[in-house]
C-alpha cells in the first residue's frame, strides 16, 4: 500500500501527462516519492543489495541508487539471470538481490485465463527448478531466503454481444466534469472530479450498470489503496468480464486483472540472504 504504484501507467494528475511505466524505470522522478524500497532501506541497514530487471530498480530514492541495477527490459535467457544473481551472492557478497521475470503475465494477457495449453507455466515451473538447483549448486542452500512475489489473477473480458462494453461518457461528460482520467485500460479506472463536481461524478457513475464506483475514503480495505496520495479521488472497478472505456470502444487488453493492476510492478524474484528482520 505504501509503494504508490497504482497503474501501469504512470501519471501525473497536474500535468495530465501519463507514462507507460516502461518509459519510466530510468526516471526518478516518476519513482520517487518519499516512500523508500525495500532494497535502499536494506542498504540504509548496511547491507549490500543489487536489482535485476526489477521495476523502480533503475532509479535513485532520495538521492541513493541501489548498488547495482541492471534496468534493461529483458532479453537473456532466465537460466543466465539467474547464474548471474548466484554469481552476485556467492562471489561478491551481495546480500538482497531483486529479480523481475514478467511472464505469465505477459502471455496471459495475450492469450487470457481460458486457454487450455499452458506452456508458459510449465516454463515458468522449469525456471523455478532451475533456480533451486542454482542455488544448492552454489551452497547457498542454508543461507539464502527466497520470496517469490506475484502479480493478479486474469479473467476473460467478454465482448458483444455476449456483454455491452462499458462507455462511460454515456453517463456523464468526462470532459466537462474531469480534470483526469486513466479510463481506457481494462476493468479498473481512476479519475478526478473537477473542483466541486465530486458528488456529480459519483452520483452520475453509480448509476452506471456492471461496475462498482468508490470514493477514496471508501474503498475497500483489502485493496490495500486508500492510503496512497498518488490515486485519484474517485476509483472505479468493472464486474468481472466486464471491460471500462471512456468516449469510445477500445480494446487495449484481451483480459484484465482481477486485483486489477495496481501490484503489476512487484512480481518477480527476492532474495534475501542474511537478512535481519
Ligand atoms: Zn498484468
Same mark, same amino acid.
Given at each position: ?19 507507460? !511505466? ?6 526518478? *522522478?516518476?519513482?520517487?516519492?518519499? +516512500?523508500?524500497? %525495500? ?9 549490500? =543489495? ?19 541495477? /541492471? ?10 539471470? /539467474? ?17 523481475? !521475470?514478467? *511472464?505469465?503475465?505477459n502471455v496471459g494477457h ?16 522449469? =525456471?523455478?527448478?532451475? #533456480? ?6 552454489? @551452497?547457498?542452500?542454508?543461507? %539464502? @531466503? ?19 462494453? /462499458?462507455?462511460?461518457?454515456? !453517463? ?5 466534469? =474531469?480534470s483526469f482520467e486513466i ?14 463536481? *465530486?458528488?456529480e461524478v459519483f452520483d ?8 462498482? +464506483? ?16 498518488? %490515486?485519484?479521488?474517485?476509483? /472505479? ?11 469510445? #470502444?477500445?480494446?487495449? =487488453? ?8 495496481? !501490484? ?14
Amino acid at each position: 500500500e505504501d509503494h504508490e504504484v497504482v497503474h501501469n501507467i504512470m501519471f501525473n494528475t497536474t500535468t495530465n501527462e501519463k507514462v507507460f !511505466y516502461k518509459k519510466t524505470l530510468t526516471r526518478s *522522478e516518476w519513482w520517487d516519492n518519499g +516512500v523508500l524500497p %525495500l532494497w535502499i532501506t536494506a542498504q540504509n541497514q548496511g547491507l549490500k =543489495t543489487a536489482s535485476f530487471h526489477f521495476p523502480g530498480g533503475g532509479v535513485s530514492y532520495n538521492g541513493q541508487a541501489v548498488n547495482r541495477a /541492471i534496468p534493461e527490459p529483458e532479453g537473456t535467457p532466465r537460466h543466465q539471470n /539467474i547464474d548471474k544473481v548466484m554469481s552476485w551472492f556467492s562471489d561478491e557478497g551481495f546480500n538482497l538481490v531483486t529479480l523481475y !521475470y514478467g *511472464e505469465p503475465d505477459n502471455v496471459g494477457h495475450k492469450k487470457g485465463p481460458d486457454q487450455t495449453e499452458r506452456r508458459i507455466i510449465k516454463q515458468i515451473d522449469r =525456471t523455478i527448478g532451475y #533456480l533451486r538447483k542454482a542455488i544448492k549448486r552454489h @551452497n547457498l542452500t542454508d543461507k %539464502l @531466503n527466497v520470496i517469490i512475489t506475484s502479480d493478479h489473477g486474469m479473467t476473460t473480458v467478454k465482448k458483444r454481444p455476449q456483454v455491452e462494453e /462499458i462507455i462511460l461518457n454515456k !453517463y456523464l461528460n468526462l470532459l466537462m466534469l =474531469t480534470s483526469f482520467e486513466i479510463l481506457d485500460y481494462g476493468g479498473f479506472g481512476i479519475l478526478t472530479p473537477k473542483p466541486g463536481k *465530486e458528488q456529480e461524478v459519483f452520483d452520475n457513475l453509480s448509476k452506471v450498470p456492471n461496475m462498482t +464506483v468508490y470514493k477514496k475514503n471508501e474503498i475497500p480495505e483489502n485493496f490495500h489503496l486508500a492510503k496512497s496520495k498518488r %490515486l485519484p479521488p474517485i476509483t /472505479i472497478v468493472a464486474d468481472l468480464g466486464f471491460n471500462l472505456n471512456s468516449v469510445s #470502444l477500445c480494446n487495449f =487488453t484481451k483480459t484484465f486483472s482481477f486485483k486489477f493492476h495496481l !501490484y503489476h510492478c512487484l512480481h518477480g524474484i527476492i532474495f534475501l540472504d542474511h537478512f535481519d528482520y
